[in-house]
């Protein structure tokens, strides 16, 4: 068996426990993040509350969103698709986070963590779904 990396090891661990998707590491992260794009848009200019504000913190709402939507219909099909769903928002919000800091809107140095956030949260998607992947197969992905 191949040895699995910190985020393999906390989608096989979260998935094998997993009563309600709240208990699941990677929705947790989630809600951290959209919340951390809360604070950020909170002091873009007012011009941008109907344009990327709106944008960015619909991105980020739709990732933990998704988990959960996914999580709740009990199909491992079903979860994937949205877990897919999420991995899409990560990268919406990923390039959202770097037109703002382009546009001057924020600092890199402030969005540090959430930048580390949206890795993480690749991360985590992409073995939470191998993982369930493998195991509706019963092989390796």
Do not use: C
């Amino acid at each position: 068996m191949r040895a699995m990396n910190g985020d393999q090891k906390a989608a096989a661990n979260t998935n094998a426990k997993v009563r309600s998707y709240k208990d699941l590491q990677v929705w947790q992260k989630g809600m951290e993040l959209a919340k951390q794009v809360y604070r950020i848009t909170q002091g873009f200019p007012n011009e941008e509350k109907f344009g990327l504000v709106s944008q960015m913190r619909r991105a980020a709402v739709s990732i933990p969103s998704n988990l959960a939507e996914g999580q709740a219909r009990h199909g491992t099909r079903e979860f994937i698709q949205f877990i897919s769903h999420a991995e899409g928002s990560v990268a919406e919000l990923e390039t959202q986070l770097m037109l703002a800091v382009d546009l001057g809107h924020y600092l890199q140095k402030d969005t540090d963590r959430a930048f580390e956030l949206v890795s993480d949260l690749r991360n985590m998607l992409n073995a939470l779904r191998r993982t369930l992947m493998r195991d509706r197969r019963g092989t390796e992905v």
